[in-house]
């Protein structure tokens, strides 16, 4: 019978795991309006959208990070297969992190920059999300097992 203090642990993991889910299901609602926008008409709702997405991009790259990944990079996670897992995907984890966090940087408010590249951005951004989201749900089912 699992301790108090493992239970405990195993919820909190859940609810970690609920919270990246939740905001992965808005990042992508948002990555498919901002793949409708049109780079070359810009206007000013259009920047609001993308920068309403780079925010929620960088949210779901923290709720990993501080969230599923912390405990793990941390040494903390006691379940062998686990921490297998997470030490074999997390050097990927972190390259699409720095894409990611590259990509907002790019396009966030305050940078009102040549938006040319937004549809081929947004196209590679959306290969590495799903790259990252395929590795993230291997770590998920480990740690739900």
Do not use: W
């Not at 909190?12 to 808005?26: G, P, S």
């Not at 920068?51 to 941390?74: N, P, Q, S, T, W």
Request: charge should be negative; charged fraction near 25%; glycine fraction near 4%.
């Amino acid at each position: 019978m699992p301790s108090a203090r493992s239970t405990e642990r195993r919820n909190a993991a859940r609810q970690q795991i609920e919270h990246m889910l939740a905001e992965r299901q808005q990042l992508f609602a948002l990555l498919l309006q901002a793949s409708n926008l049109d780079a070359g008409s810009m206007e000013s709702q259009d920047e609001e959208l993308l920068v309403e997405f780079c925010e929620m991009l960088v949210d779901y790259i923290a709720a990993g990070h501080f969230g599923l990944y912390e405990r793990i990079a941390k040494g903390r996670e006691r379940r062998q297969d686990v921490a297998s897992i997470a030490k074999n995907i997390y050097p990927q984890i972190e390259q699409s992190t720095q894409q990611a966090l590259a990509f907002s940087e790019k396009y966030s408010a305050g940078n009102k920059n040549n938006h040319t590249n937004l549809t081929n951005d947004l196209s590679s951004l959306g290969m590495i999300l799903a790259v990252r989201i395929d590795l993230e749900d291997q770590l998920i089912a480990r740690i739900l097992g």
